[in-house]
């Protein structure tokens, strides 16, 4: 069982927005703004897409946006594309855990 | 470019131990912690273990302490994870991941070393 939860799956249409939400607790979400968030497409490794709650790295689409409010953080991924479809994971320090991930959210572009 | 190549996996009976290893390149190794994260056939990532950039700090998840250690060699650019008394809860991908300068997030990650546990 993670430490945060997510929605199993989300899907969408192409051009679309989506919410993938990433709820803990006040011990990790809703204590610390050190929320990121990772894609992963099949048989691939994980890529940062957010970090610190809503900054993006560099070269990541401005399509994805992060959010957080109280114990729970969002993603966003506007005008949904096929490249679009992966998992997805959060991602939260955790006081006396140090780093806990969500369960993963599989993202259909139908 | 940063680049992570993990070593070292491959079928261990349970009760076994193996090393895994993580080679570094594109940037300055000692002045980064480093993580190792895994993820067991069709499951999600779970966070194994952290090293400070000196080494002198280390922490472990719930599920590795005890049996697994971290540690790096700065000077060949290397993080290592030595794990013992293996089950087959263990078998995952073991992925190498750089923190940022912040230690907030994971920066980079490698492609992955699989462990196998089966008799």
């Known amino acids: 069982q993670s430490a945060l939860t997510q929605p199993a799956s989300v899907s969408g249409s192409p051009g679309q927005s989506i919410t993938i939400s990433c709820t803990g607790t006040?011990?990790?979400?809703?204590?610390?703004?050190?929320v990121s968030w990772y894609q992963q497409h099949p048989g691939k490794a994980p890529k940062l897409m957010i970090y610190?709650?809503?900054r993006r790295p560099a070269g990541v689409s401005t399509r994805f946006s992060g959010s957080r409010s109280g114990n729970t953080a969002s993603l966003t991924i506007s005008g949904l594309q096929p490249e679009d479809e992966a998992h997805y994971y959060c991602s939260s320090y955790a006081t006396g855990i140090i780093w806990a991930f969500g369960g993963g959210t599989k993202v259909t572009v139908v | 470019e940063v680049r992570l190549v993990e070593s070292g996996g491959g079928l261990v009976q349970p009760g076994g131990s193996l090393r895994l290893s993580c080679t570094a390149s594109g940037f300055t190794f000692s002045s980064y912690a480093m993580n190792w994260v895994r993820q067991a056939p069709g499951k999600g990532l779970e966070w194994v273990s952290s090293i400070g950039g000196s080494g002198g700090s280390k922490y472990y998840a719930g599920s590795a302490q005890g049996r697994f250690s971290i540690s790096r060699d700065n000077s060949k650019n290397t993080l290592y994870l030595q794990m013992k008394s293996l089950t087959d809860d263990d078998t995952a991908i073991y992925y190498c991941?750089?923190?940022?300068?912040?230690?907030?997030?994971?920066?980079?990650w490698g492609q992955g070393t699989l462990v196998t546990v089966s008799s």
């Open positions: 610190e709650g809503d």
């Open positions: 006040s011990s990790d979400v809703g204590n610390y703004n050190i």
């Open positions: 991941a750089k923190s940022d300068y912040s230690n907030h997030q994971f920066d980079s």
